[in-house]
């Protein structure tokens, strides 16, 4: 039976992550606060609950208020210590700063460990995977200059109103958070669409394949379709991103690799916007993704069911994850993984 269980409502939830600390406990990161996204008065929260997620507690602030509007982008669990990456800006995601927290007591407390070494621009990170001794993390570059950004602040701008043509995505990677490489040959989605101009929040989210090449999905915004793109050489170039048979109305997808094949949560429509996001949906594929065969509606509810992100849980052949609905609420979900 699948358990959907609502814990937390605001003015605003945004980007609701699941993971499993160190100690095995469950715990959501989770943008909120604010009438929208962006904002000023955006903030990180941290919700705690126990093994099964039957109870969660408040939310928690994750870092001292400092009056710059944040958000959460990825969540990653490194040994004993959970890395959540953070963007702060001004409430137009211009003056844009990068950085990561640690906690190596289980998300209760974090201090900042670095800034993001990235490219110059508008750049963040999204899911991590891991193969043998390094951590790949897919990243979305905007490359806003120093003056372009300036231009943007100064006659009050929000970042989309950039004339970039592109926005890049590759993958961070790194064996000891020291040193970093970022992918030589990025993929590319445009900007414009149909001779206008189309902001795209790409999302991508990346898995290996059997072969050991990865995979990397995209949303890209008003196609009504996700993209895909590889890479043959471990994340140091990536294809150019063609159209799946995938329907997804702007949404963000999550890929994860289970022991049997590929999961994918989405919400498969192929028309665009927030009334369109519904109902979320379970993937399964079992040849690298050229097929879908298992298909279920895991929630069904006809609100905006946006951005889900969790875990596997292979033990008990469970999926666990967040996300958050019509912009407000944030929700709990487990589910079994079906076996066809």
């Known amino acids: 039976m699948n358990i959907i269980r609502r814990i937390h409502k ?45 109870r969660w507690s408040k939310p928690m602030l994750i870092i001292p208020d400092n009056n710059m509007a944040q958000y959460q982008t990825e969540v990653s669990i490194i040994n004993d210590e959970i890395l959540v990456f953070m963007t ?19 998300g209760y407390t974090f201090v900042k460990k670095f800034d993001l070494p990235l490219k110059h621009g508008f750049c963040f990170v999204r899911g991590m995977i891991k193969k ?19 231009r943007l602040v100064k006659n009050n701008l929000k970042i989309w109103e950039t004339d970039l043509e592109y926005v890049e995505m590759g993958v961070l990677f790194t064996k000891d958070f020291v040193e970093f490489k970022c992918s030589d040959v990025p993929a590319l989605l445009s ?42 050489d471990l994340g140091l170039t990536w294809s150019n991103p063609v159209k799946t048979d995938i329907p997804n109305p702007a949404n963000k997808p999550k890929l994860l690799k289970t022991n049997r094949g590929l999961l994918l949560l989405n919400t498969p429509q192929s028309i665009n916007g927030y009334s369109h996001r519904n109902p979320l949906s379970l ?34 052949n469970r999926c666990l994850f967040a996300f958050e609905y019509n912009r407000k609420d944030i929700y709990f979900v487990k589910c079994k993984i079906p076996n066809n």
């Open 283 to 316: 993937w399964m594929s079992f040849d690298d993704g050229e097929t879908w065969p298992i298909k279920r509606d895991i929630v069904k509810k006809h609100g905006w069911i946006s951005y889900p992100d969790g875990i596997i849980d292979e033990e008990n």
């Open 10 to 54: 605001d003015t605003l939830s945004c980007e609701a992550i699941l993971r499993k600390a160190p100690d095995g406990h469950l715990f959501i990161v989770s943008q909120c606060g604010g009438d929208k996204e962006p904002c000023p008065e955006n903030r990180v929260y941290v919700f705690h609950s126990d093994k099964k997620g039957r």
């Open 132 to 150: 043998d001794d390094t951590y790949y993390f897919p990243y979305q570059h905007y490359n806003v200059s120093k003056d372009e950004n300036e």
């Open 88 to 106: 702060e800006h001004d409430g137009n995601f211009t003056n844009f700063h990068s950085y990561v927290l640690s906690s190596k007591d289980n």
């Open 191 to 232: 900007l414009t669409y149909k001779d206008k101009k189309k902001w795209v929040w790409s999302e991508p989210t990346i898995a290996e394949l059997k072969n050991g090449n990865f995979i990397m999905l995209l949303r890209n915004d008003a196609r009504g379709y996700l993209y895909k793109s590889f890479s043959k």
